[in-house]
């Protein structure tokens, strides 16, 4: 379900969120929310949904072989160099 309601930045840059998205999205007085600038704008969203995001974004890609394999190219061209004796 999706809401749009215009909000207002107001006193000291506050953002009120609307009771219904709040109700929502279970989000009460002191809920630590992330503020995520993307090129559409800007998402908040709990911490767990963030992850959610990230762990989605990031399946079927395993990082752990694309650092190794781009950190095996870097040592190829550095070993490539040529030795300057002095």
Same mark, same amino acid.
């Given at each position: 379900?999706?809401? *749009? *309601? ?31 600038? *993307? ?9 767990? *949904? ?37």
């Amino acid at each position: 379900m999706s809401d *749009t *309601t215009l909000v207002q930045v107001g006193n000291k840059g506050r953002i009120v969120v609307p009771a219904t998205m709040r109700a929502r999205h279970q989000w009460v007085e002191g809920s630590a929310l992330v503020a995520l600038d *993307t090129e559409l704008g800007v998402l908040f969203a709990d911490r767990a *949904t963030v992850e959610r995001l990230v762990r989605a974004r990031l399946a079927g890609h395993d990082l752990l072989d694309e650092l190794l394999s781009d950190r095996r190219q870097e040592a190829g061209r550095e070993n490539a160099l040529p030795t300057i004796r002095t």
